[in-house]
């Protein structure tokens, strides 16, 4: 892992160069923030900088960067307007001066693993993006991963919803794991235990103790999709343990400290369904803190190629099969279409394309999108 260190005082830069090369890092060193930037590459993984510097101090530094580099932020003259600024720059560690060199070594390290899981994580179909209406829309998604705040996130069925839950909670460098539910999917009678667990005993066929998906989505992400399909009696319950970060199980006595981000996901309108009164309007309130609106493909006519071709491509490996071309005028077909059922539909109809024609060419009668009986 090749770091580079910006600091002004020879000193610490010396000693921290020296410690960290002995515990294996490569080192390259800067006096100043000027000087690093005329140098530093992407054979850079990570920059630690002092925010107290001549000619240009850490916080422009930072943003000239532009979040291409992860940083950690050292200082020794720490102020709260200081510390809110590297965060709003995406900062997550910030040690003050003097530290131990323990502490310096584990946000290297939670840095390494982090770069790591981007590295190794699977490309994710939605995001790639080419239409500029998407491209902000992911971007915000990016920002509100810094926080731990509740995310909601609208739009159709088929637009990606949980790929967005799941691309926001791995922005967001949460430790704990990513645990997915859908509300329309469990039958009612058995949401509150999927939720919140048991203890034994708590019924009649309760033999042991069951830890629910809050307690095992501790320290990560809870995905509550179909939102809106949630039993109306446990809403209330749902809306104390984003205010207490507690619970309890069914049948237990004493209650369990969590600490789970929460981003929800619906596809209907949410707000007839509190007219309705089948939704806590205060519930929702405090779940859509950051709503994020998740446009339909047909809005997105530039990301319907590119999502196309990375679908074809992994298909064909998927299946085993021999290299395939969309023609031409499979590709018109695919951006005249209205995608009814958004990217989900893409995958199907791509999926089926590659299975079902004949020759190495895809063309228009193979996609089936003017039948709708094969949809």
Not at 292 to 303: A, F, G, M, T
Request: charged letters at 35%.
């Amino acid at each position: 892992m090749k770091i580079a260190i910006i600091e002004d005082d020879i000193n610490m830069r010396k000693s921290l160069a020296l410690a960290l090369k002995e515990e294996g890092y490569e080192i390259i060193e800067f006096r100043d923030a000027v000087s690093a930037l005329k140098k530093i590459d992407e054979s850079i993984d990570l920059i630690i900088t002092d925010i107290t510097m001549p000619k240009m101090d850490g916080i422009e530094f930072v943003k000239k960067l532009n979040g291409k580099y992860e940083v950690i932020m050292i200082t020794g003259n720490a102020s709260l307007d200081k510390a809110i600024e590297c965060i709003r720059l995406g900062v997550k560690d910030f040690l003050l001066k003097p530290f131990e060199l323990e502490e310096l070594i584990e946000a290297i390290e939670r840095k390494k693993k982090y770069k790591e899981k981007i590295k190794n994580k699977k490309i994710i179909i939605p995001f790639i993006v080419e239409d500029k209406k998407t491209k902000k829309i992911l971007e915000i998604a990016r920002r509100a991963s810094r926080t731990n705040v509740p995310i909601m996130l609208l739009g159709e069925s088929g637009v990606g919803k949980e790929e967005f839950a799941k691309f926001i909670h791995e922005e967001s460098q949460r430790k704990g794991e990513f645990i997915a539910i859908n509300m329309s999917a469990i039958p009612e009678n058995l949401i509150e235990s999927e939720l919140f667990g048991y203890v034994k005993g708590a019924f009649t066929d309760a033999n042991t103790d069951k830890k629910g998906l809050f307690e095992l989505a501790d320290g990560g992400t809870l995905f509550l999709d179909e939102i809106a399909e949630m039993p109306y009696h446990l809403q209330a319950k749902l809306l104390r343990v984003l205010q207490e970060k507690e619970f309890y199980p069914l049948g237990a006595t004493k209650s369990i400290k969590i600490d789970v981000r929460i981003i929800s996901a619906t596809n209907k309108n949410i707000e007839n369904f509190i007219k309705n009164n089948k939704f806590r309007e205060d519930l929702y309130y405090r779940l859509s803190t950051i709503p994020i609106q998740i446009p339909p493909l047909r809005e997105r006519k530039n990301d319907i190629l590119p999502i196309a071709e990375n679908i074809l491509k992994n298909s064909i490996k998927e299946f085993g099969l021999e290299k395939k071309y969309l023609s031409e005028e499979a590709k018109n077909a695919l951006l005249e279409y209205d995608w009814p059922g958004n990217i989900r539909e893409l995958i199907n109809i791509i999926k089926r394309a590659v299975i079902l024609s004949e020759n190495n060419e895809i063309k228009a009668e193979d996609l089936f999108i003017l039948r709708r009986e094969y949809v």
